[in-house]
């Protein structure tokens, strides 16, 4: 069953030191990386950063157990269903990426309100078990 999700675990990057998994649908979740990565972690735009974030980027949801992980979706966020993103990981890390992605691809002012609401609409990731689409 492939609903066209992809999850791309940023800790199977070479070049990362991220802790932060993005799952959507592949060119969503590419343009998201790409820009987490250069603008949160400084690395620069290289063909070999795409390569290795798309090969990265698998059709299950990563199963390293990390404790403390937390997913933000940004469909919950926006009242729409048009971008497919969610963030998932240590919550400091995913307010962050949630915030810069709606700054960046939903033309949104990085507000204290709007972090602390994310920071509240942040859920328990779901068990192993649960597949989660």
Do not use: Y
């Not at 199977?12 to 603008?39: F, K, M, N, P, Y």
């Not at 307010?95 to 810069?100: F, K, L």
């Not at 960046?104 to 602390?116: I, L, M, P, Q, S």
């Amino acid at each position: 069953m492939d609903s066209g999700r992809r999850f791309l675990d940023l800790r199977r990057v070479e070049e990362s030191d991220c802790l932060l998994t993005i799952s959507g649908q592949e060119d969503e979740v590419l343009r998201a990386a790409l820009g987490h990565e250069l603008a949160d972690h400084d690395l620069a735009d290289a063909p070999h950063l795409r390569i290795a974030l798309r090969s990265a980027m698998d059709v299950v949801q990563p199963l390293l157990p990390t404790p403390g992980r937390k997913v933000l979706d940004c469909r919950d966020l926006r009242g729409e269903e048009v971008c497919t993103l969610s963030f998932i990981g240590p919550p400091k890390d995913v307010v962050c990426a949630a915030m810069g992605h709606l700054a960046r691809f939903h033309n949104e002012r990085a507000t204290t309100e709007r972090v602390d609401e994310l920071l509240l609409s942040l859920k328990e990731l779901p068990t192993a078990a649960t597949p989660w689409s």
